[in-house]
């Protein structure tokens, strides 16, 4: 008998790093909240915890209040980048420090799969004399493949792109055409992008006068809300202005986000019977005001 105890116990202490390995070789996904615009603090970790469903361990970077109003502290916990496979960015207008910037510039540099989320595209705003004020535009347009135009005030009727139907991102989205409460973010393009889905909305007419050239943008416009791309560091890249927590609520948004960290991660796309979750979240951050009762 004390010989199996002793056996029993040799055994359960080889075993041990083998149950634990199993978990760091799952792939892990960094989702970065860095706005509390759309509510991502409310959407993301729903999304982390639907990842790990399908096998993947994930870290939320998230702090408290908002991060925009920081300029430390922004990004607690963005080391975790070291470690990841994919990271999926929702920041807005930031001011990291240099200790919170560096672990995003040297994951982008290594290469590694991106996504980005709505107001990824202007995940940074620099004053002027600030070294990394190329970054307010660069950061939208170098790893995304577009920086932050304008967006329109309607909501934005959806149509999947005929032509690339095929991608390994839109398999299995069963709908072509839906509507996205969120308002139409009109883009700037860099060459290469694969287009996969497209949104119109109606706004008002303007001139803008941006750092990269005139943009007439006209009361209805058409453009890409989605797209594949390969960015100047040679990481997948995709890129959606979907992200209002009413998207959330489409099946086919959610089964795209789910397609595009597989192909990102290089994995077999989940089967067309495989659950998509939805979830009807409530934007918090743009609650309608209420009207103070006539005297």
């Known amino acids: 008998m004390k010989l199996l105890a002793i056996l029993t116990f040799l055994g359960s202490i080889l075993l041990a790093?083998?149950?634990?390995?199993?978990?760091?070789?799952?792939?892990?996904?960094?989702?970065?909240?860095?706005?509390?615009?759309?509510?991502?603090?409310?959407?993301?970790?729903?999304?982390a915890k639907e990842l790990e469903k399908f096998g993947f361990r994930?870290?939320?970077?998230?702090?408290?209040?908002?991060?925009?109003?920081?300029?430390?502290?922004a990004l607690p916990g963005i080391e975790a980048l070291a470690d990841a496979d994919l990271a999926i960015f929702f920041p807005r207008f930031l001011k990291l420090p240099d200790a919170e910037w560096k672990p995003i510039e040297d994951y982008l540099k290594a290469g590694k799969p991106v996504i980005g989320l709505r107001t990824a595209n202007h995940s940074f705003r620099y004053p002027k004399d600030h070294p990394r004020f190329d970054w307010n535009d660069g950061f939208g347009r170098?790893?995304?493949?577009?920086?932050?135009?304008?967006h329109q005030s309607s909501e934005t009727k959806i149509k999947v792109v005929p032509e690339n139907a095929t991608h390994p991102i839109m398999t299995h989205v069963t709908e072509t055409e839906w509507t996205s409460p969120g308002t139409l973010y009109?883009?700037?393009?860099?060459?290469?992008?694969?287009?996969?889905?497209?949104?119109?909305?109606?706004g008002r007419e303007r001139l803008l006068k941006k750092r990269f050239g005139e943009i007439q943008v006209k009361k209805f416009e058409t453009a890409p809300v989605a797209w594949a791309w390969?960015?100047?560091?040679?990481?997948?890249?995709?890129?959606?202005?979907?992200?209002?927590?009413?998207?959330?609520?489409?099946?086919?948004?959610?089964?795209?986000?789910?397609?595009?960290?597989?192909?990102?991660?290089?994995?077999?796309?989940?089967?067309?019977?495989?659950?998509?979750?939805?979830?009807?979240?409530?934007?918090?951050?743009?609650?309608?005001?209420?009207?103070?009762?006539?005297k």
């Open 142 to 150: 170098r790893v995304f493949g577009t920086p932050y135009v304008v």
């Open 17 to 47: 790093p083998l149950c634990h390995a199993d978990d760091t070789v799952k792939p892990h996904v960094v989702l970065i909240v860095g706005t509390l615009h759309y509510s991502p603090e409310l959407t993301m970790p729903l999304y």
């Open 230 to 294: 390969e960015n100047e560091w040679k990481g997948k890249s995709f890129y959606t202005s979907f992200g209002h927590p009413g998207d959330f609520a489409e099946k086919s948004f959610n089964r795209m986000l789910l397609n595009a960290v597989h192909w990102g991660l290089g994995k077999p796309i989940p089967p067309a019977d495989t659950e998509i979750t939805i979830w009807q979240v409530e934007r918090v951050d743009k609650k309608p005001k209420s009207k103070k009762p006539k």
């Open 186 to 202: 009109l883009a700037h393009p860099e060459k290469g992008i694969v287009p996969l889905v497209t949104g119109s909305g109606t």
């Open 58 to 73: 994930t870290t939320v970077v998230m702090g408290k209040g908002d991060p925009e109003r920081k300029t430390e502290n």
